[in-house]
């Protein structure tokens, strides 16, 4: 059975930081592009990042360039989405999800709220 | 970079059959894949139709997807209508310009 178990969410200051990590199992992990999706409450879904499966290749959506950085660890199947300078517009559920000819499998998403 | 936009809600009784649409902005529709998913509340989004007419193993025939050229636009849409379809659909497709992954703004279907 595939699972994707995201864990690392809380409740944070403007400016703090956060890590995220996205545990994968029942796939090989590290044949796969993955990618971090979000959803502010009540919001529709809005793409984050992805990695390629040798993290050779990284992108980000605008509005977290420069803020965020993805990673990953393949010998740990383990996925990261590093979050620096949070502000109250990241408040939001992160999902992370595999790549394949679609975002097949999803997680089921870590709750992040940045708050005063 | 291109925009999907989707109707905001959509609805239609037990049995019938819906349509779903997502319009893309600039660029031809049918220069990367279009793929739909379903979020029902207070859950994950699954993947019901991929490389715009492909349905998953488990996804049931009764939803399918096309493109729309003439209006470019692809759509989804879902026949035989069951309660349990009631969700909130997103398209998704890949802006291969700028390497990023572009989601419409969801569409609410309500089944009466």
């Known amino acids: 059975e595939v699972q994707l178990v995201e864990s690392g969410g809380g409740l944070v200051k403007p400016g703090a930081s956060l890590r995220l990590s996205c545990a994968v199992s029942g796939i090989t992990f590290g044949s796969y592009s993955m990618n971090w999706v979000r959803q502010a409450p009540g919001k529709g879904l809005e793409w984050v990042s992805s990695?390629?499966?040798?993290?050779?290749?990284?992108y980000y959506g605008d509005s977290v360039k420069g803020r965020f950085t993805v990673s990953r660890d393949n010998a740990k199947s383990l996925l990261y989405l590093q979050m620096h300078s949070l502000r109250a517009e990241d408040t939001a559920v992160y999902y992370c999800?595999?790549?394949?000819?679609?975002?097949?499998?999803w997680g089921q998403g870590t709750l992040v709220t940045v708050s005063s | 970079n291109f925009m999907l936009t989707q109707p905001h809600s959509v609805s239609g009784s037990p049995g019938k059959t819906v349509t779903i649409s997502c319009t893309r902005s600039s660029g031809n529709i049918a220069s990367t894949y279009v793929q739909w998913h379903q979020q029902r509340p207070g859950s994950a989004p699954t993947n019901v139709i991929y490389e715009d007419n492909r349905r998953p193993f488990g996804v049931p025939d009764r939803f399918s997807g096309s493109l729309v050229s003439s209006s470019n636009s692809a759509s989804l849409t879902i026949s035989g209508l069951k309660t349990e379809d009631e969700a909130d659909y997103y398209c998704q497709s890949y802006d291969n310009v700028n390497h990023l992954w572009v989601f419409g703004g969801g569409t609410k279907l309500t089944v009466l």
């Open positions: 990695i390629s499966a040798s993290s050779s290749n990284i």
């Open positions: 999800a595999r790549e394949l000819l679609s975002f097949d499998y």
